[in-house]
């Protein structure tokens, strides 16, 4: 397995960090977005030390890459949008600080994530979809993080999918 390690702005002293705690044996750019740290292993603080530099990983089979893959399955917000939908929507209906607390309670291990987004999602139980819209328009924002997931994979044929709990009528345990 090789690690694919990826950022906005690749800070050369974080990778070099990651790939001396995996004990990869090189570093080679794919993007100037993405680097591929070959005979990396998996470590315990890996996703902590890659938080800490600001940078996202990712497994790939060896010989695999990411112009391999054809679906880019994401959490859209942040990702390929530039804002947090519950957040958005929560400060729209007077609901911010509640929907802050229950993240909050997540980010410090109170809770898991799964209980955060039920939580959260239940407070904007039985809203329009119109929030959802009102929230996403300008087209903007969506259309920023599009280019940046393809900027990761250049010449790639890469389809995006997205699901966004506030919209779904489905309850994230389903």
């Keep these: 397995m090789n690690l694919v390690v990826l950022a906005e702005d690749v800070d050369s002293i974080a990778l070099k960090n990651v790939a001396k705690l995996t004990g ?8 100037p977005r993405s680097f591929r740290l070959v005979g990396a292993r998996d470590h315990a603080e890996l996703a902590a030390t890659c938080s800490a530099g600001g940078l996202d990983h990712a497994w790939l089979p060896e010989g695999r890459r990411l112009a391999d893959f054809g679906l880019f399955v994401t959490d859209m917000d942040s990702t390929l949008i530039n804002i947090e939908c519950i957040d958005e929507i929560a400060d ?16 410090q291990g109170e809770i898991d994530f799964r209980e955060s987004l039920t939580r959260r999602v239940a407070l904007l139980g039985g809203l329009p979809e119109r929030a959802l819209e009102d929230v996403l328009h300008p087209a903007s924002a969506a259309q920023s993080g599009r280019g940046a997931a ?22 994230p345990s389903a």
């Design 24 to 31: 990869a044996s090189e570093i080679q750019q794919i993007t």
């Design 150 to 171: 393809h900027a990761g994979t250049p010449g790639a044929r890469v389809s995006a999918a997205c699901w966004c709990p506030a919209a779904s009528p489905t309850s």
């Design 92 to 107: 729209m209906q007077g609901l911010k600080a509640e929907v802050a607390a229950i993240t909050e309670a997540a980010m």
